[in-house]
């Protein structure tokens, strides 16, 4: 690697991880998780053309399984300063029709991977007294969705964890923050149908999705520098929606 700082960024495939990862393309090299290795090598790729180096980890984080020793068999998770969990996936679907399968996918991938990774990277980042966390969650998370129950459970947890790993962490100098987006324009809309996402829209004061740029923007400020006493915090990225 170079004298870049190492960031581990999760869901880099993914609409939202990719745009965080062109954004901070010009200050941190990555360790870039996903599931679509063929989508990642061409991140990578597109990002080594702006200086930065990418490490490629492929992954399904909705199965843990064997997740920590995975982790601690890799020697560059010591070597992270800034940890960005942009991994996630939806689930649109009654409470009364949501499988045991369903639920247990979503809080991995949401949930238990972040503690399984934030707990392998804990104990270098105090070792150097250094460190930025921001994971990515929903305004499900505060307020709740019908049809939506599982999902929601599983981003108000995340925001429990970064609310109290904040307290945690910050006497050893380490940030943990939160990003909250609303509706942003992903592949993720798709099931919500052409008047389904027009519903919604109207719904909110701006009245259109965010951008996954959008969002990326609200990560790179909780990572700069001179946010370096924010910590606890869920930045909504919404709209004005909720």
């Known amino acids: 690697m170079s004298e870049r700082p190492l960031l581990l960024l999760t869901g880099a495939s993914g609409a939202i991880g990719s745009a965080v990862a062109r954004r901070l393309a010009d200050r941190w090299d990555f360790l870039l998780h996903g599931r679509d ?6 991140l990578a790729e597109e990002l080594e053309a702006r200086g930065a180096r990418s490490i490629l980890w492929v992954r399904d984080l909705s199965r843990t399984e064997g997740l920590a020793a995975e982790l601690a068999a890799r020697p ?40 399984l990774i934030a707990r392998r990277l804990i104990p270098s980042m105090v070792r150097r ?14 307020s709740g969705a019908a ?19 904040a307290r945690e962490l910050a006497p050893s100098g380490i940030a943990v923050n939160g990003v909250a987006p609303g509706v942003v324009q992903t592949p993720m809309l798709t099931p919500l149908g052409e008047e389904g996402l027009r519903q919604t829209l109207a719904e909110i004061p701006v ?19 001179e946010s370096r006493h924010i910590t606890g915090h869920i930045l909504a990225v919404h709209g004005g929606w909720r």
């Open 37 to 42: 290795a063929r989508r990642l090598a061409a």
């Open 76 to 115: 560059e998770f010591s070597w992270v300063r800034a940890y960005v969990h942009a991994a996630g996936q939806p689930l649109y679907r009654l409470l009364a029709d949501t499988t045991e399968e369903e639920w247990d996918a979503l809080f991995h991938v949401h949930v238990r991977s972040i503690f």
């Open 129 to 142: 007294r250094e460190g930025r966390m921001v994971f990515l969650s929903s305004v499900w998370g505060e």
């Open 147 to 165: 049809g939506e129950v599982a999902y929601a459970a599983a981003k108000g947890a995340v925001h429990a964890f970064v609310r109290s790993l």
């Open 207 to 225: 009245g259109r999705a965010a951008e996954p740029e959008e969002v990326a923007a609200a990560v790179a400020f909780l990572l700069a520098p």
